[in-house]
Nanobody
Framework: QLQLVESGGALVQIGGSLRLSCVKS????????IGWFRQASGKQRELVAG???????NYVDSVKGRFTISRDIAKNTLYLQMNSLKPEDTAVYYCAATKLITIQSLYGVDYWGKGTPVTVSS
């Protein structure tokens, strides 16, 4: 079994913070790059942040400086700390894994979580 289970999505006020979690099972961080994607209503799914198999991180420009991706190997968990949230961050957030060394787009993603919704409003 290879599973990705997200949690932590919620309704949050503009400027607020939220931490998403993704518990993985059935694969090793050593062989799969992992990351977070999001899909807003009517828009394409986009990569928010990723962690390569070696631990290198990457972020989409719109969240750089506000979001932080991290992993806890012992807990088999991927996190996305989101600060200074904006209405534009409203979307369903998905945890994803790829056999590639790095994760840079939705192309090549091998496994998806079911998603957790995040809504940012006043």
């Amino acid at each position: 079994q290879l599973q990705l289970v997200e949690s932590g999505g919620a309704l949050v006020q503009i400027g607020g913070s939220l931490r998403l979690s993704c518990v993985k099972s059935g694969f090793s961080f050593d062989y799969y790059a992992i990351g977070w994607f999001r899909q807003a209503s009517g828009k394409q799914r986009e990569l928010v942040a990723g962690i390569a198999t070696g631990g290198r991180t990457n972020y989409v420009d719109s969240v750089k400086g506000r979001f932080t991706i991290s992993r806890d190997i012992a807990k088999n968990t991927l996190y996305l700390q989101m600060n200074s949230l904006k209405p534009e961050d409203t979307a369903v957030y998905y945890c994803a894994a790829t056999k590639l060394i790095t994760i840079q787009s939705l192309y090549g993603v091998d496994y998806w979580g079911k998603g957790t919704p995040v809504t940012v409003s006043s």
